[in-house]
């Protein structure tokens, strides 16, 4: 791989970018992290897992929201900080939200964070249960106190991902309408506001198609600006006799009309074959909620959870990426 200026990835460079180059004889375009995972289920005392986490930089480190399933398996959001990306410091209690309407501030459960800087402060999104899952909306600038806004959308709706700037001059955000339960559909849509309050303006993005994604998808980590397209990491869902298995794919979405798809991987980036995707507390699930990238070279590390259970690590590079994406594009024959 080469480290040489780059210039596809339109952002910031992040030259301490936890990173292992990909391992001798590897063929693959995503690969994992050896020491995978980087967090343990009971990292904290009071977790049953942590898994399905956000990450930014931060302060010239990392700081992040990390979906901690309690001992009691409520599932819940903590902060975490750390210097190099991979050792993390979670907090053994849970992030309260401050907010101004106690209706919409009565927290009962949250999980599935991501978190993006937009103009001036982190905003967080997540799958927040109110009356049913929706997707919750706060803000922080220090990853101390964090403020609610309004949910985005009425119950039903998960994986909502927000695009890290403002297109036709609106917020925006991927979504999945969705269920009670576990969910056996999904598409992902596109949502924009005026305001990270109001949501309307919908458009649909994506539909499921076969094989790995042919259940549901759901938006991943917050889409990184290349010029080839906003590039999406999702995951898909395939329905076997044994249950879900969750896979990771990636799109490459026009810049000005994300809504328009313009590749989108036929085979699966990573499918649960390791054995901590495959075994714990839902096996088969490998679920991407977070990426880094340094603009200056390339390089992606992407955040997933595994088996529900697990954080873990994986690699690739931007030009290899969008290479194989419009190259693997092709419908399923
Ligand atoms: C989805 C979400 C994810 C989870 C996955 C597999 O519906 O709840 O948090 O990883 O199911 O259980």
Redesign the pocket.
């Known amino acids: 791989m080469s480290l040489q200026k780059n210039q596809t990835i339109i952002g910031q460079s992040l030259p301490n970018i936890p990173w292992q180059d990909r391992p001798a004889g590897c063929h693959k375009v995503v690969w994992r992290y050896s020491e995978n995972p980087i967090i343990l289920r009971d990292a904290i005392p009071s977790s049953n897992s942590i898994f ?1 986490s956000a990450v930014v930089p931060f302060n010239g480190g990392f700081a992040g929201v990390f979906r901690c399933d309690s001992r009691s398996r409520r599932m819940q959001l903590h902060t975490g900080f750390s210097k190099d990306g991979i050792n993390w410091v979670i907090e053994n209690d849970p992030i309260s939200f401050q907010c101004d309407d106690p209706e919409i501030g009565r927290f009962e459960q949250g ?2 964070p991501r978190v993006v800087w937009i103009d001036d402060r982190f905003i967080v999104t997540w799958c927040n249960v109110y009356h049913g899952y929706t997707i919750g909306v706060a803000y922080t600038s220090d990853f101390k106190t964090y403020y609610q806004m309004e949910n985005a959308f009425v119950p039903y709706n998960r994986n909502g991902v927000l695009f890290p700037k403002k297109i036709r001059n609106k917020y925006a955000m991927l979504n999945r309408p969705s269920d009670t339960g ?1 969910t056996p559909f999904g598409d992902i849509f596109y949502s924009e506001s005026p305001d990270l309050i109001h949501w309307g303006c919908h458009r649909h993005v994506m539909s499921t198609t076969n094989g790995w994604q042919s259940t549901k998808i759901g938006a991943g980590p917050v889409p990184i600006e290349t010029k080839a397209g906003w590039l999406l990491i999702y995951h898909g869902v395939l329905t076997s006799c044994n249950g ?1 298995v ?1 896979s990771m794919g990636a799109a490459l979405l026009d810049i000005d009309e994300p809504w328009k798809v313009l590749y989108r991987t036929t085979p699966y980036l990573i499918s649960p074959q390791m054995q901590y995707e495959c075994v714990g507390d ?1 096996p088969n ?1 490998v ?1 991407p909620c977070a990426s880094l990238f340094d603009a200056s070279t390339g390089r992606i590390t992407i955040y997933y ?1 595994a088996a ?1 259970t697990v954080l873990c690590l994986a690699f690739t590079h931007v030009d290899e990426l969008i290479d194989f994406i419009k190259t693997n594009s092709e419908p399923w024959t």
Do not use: S, T
Request: without cysteine; hydrophobic residues 35%.
């Open positions: 399905n999980y599935d576990h879900f969750y839902v699930v679920f959870g529900d």
